[in-house]
């Protein structure tokens, strides 16, 4: 089995809220899947306590739109009910490892928001970088964008 179909059915075996000891290649990956799904369980039903355990006190939150938040700002935003999360969906995940303590999320992801009193779909497309602080994975790093299908790439 190649390192990118095992590690793809393992982002499909992480978004269904377990993970299987015969897929677990890297325990890196495993534990960053699992801290990410707990992200975004925390942010679907509201629980800025667990949130605010998977992120990194330095965390950098580049939103889809371009906005960037520390951590303080997004758990605070939050907190004020104006953002609200429903069936998140991540993905077509696949990973880096540039160091030993850090592991990379880049994939897909769906879900409903609500801003405001406005439910919408949206579907992105993110990087992530988690770091391991001592002993506890958590994510450092956020930027996602929607896609377009306008690159200005020519087609080949």
């Known amino acids: 089995m190649t390192n990118f179909l095992r590690l ?8 269904f809220g377990w993970i299987s000891p015969l897929l677990a290649a890297d325990p890196a990956v495993v ?9 975004l369980d925390a942010m679907m ?6 949130l605010a355990r998977v992120l990194s006190d330095e965390l950098v939150f580049v939103h889809s739109d371009g906005r960037v938040e520390s951590k303080g700002d997004y758990v605070k935003n939050l907190l004020a009910g104006d953002t609200a999360y ?10 880096l490892e540039p160091a030993k303590g ?5 994939g897909a992801q769906t879900m409903r928001k609500r801003l405001g009193g406005t439910w919408s779909d949206v579907s992105l497309r993110f990087m ?6 001592d002993g ?16 200005v790439v020519p087609k080949k």
């Not at 506890?136 to 690159?151: E, F, K, L, N, Y």
Request: hydrophobic share 50%; net charge positive; aromatic share 6%.
């Open 8 to 15: 793809s059915i393992l982002a499909l075996v992480a978004g």
């Open 31 to 39: 534990a960053v899947f699992k801290a990410d799904q707990e992200r």
């Open 128 to 133: 992530s970088v988690w770091r391991n602080e």
């Open 136 to 151: 506890d994975w958590r994510m450092v790093a956020w930027q996602s964008m929607r896609p377009s299908g306008s690159s």
């Open 102 to 106: 850090v592991v990379i999320l880049i």
């Open 45 to 50: 039903t509201g629980n800025v306590s667990a």
């Open 86 to 95: 429903e069936k998140a969906v991540t993905a077509d995940v696949r990973t």
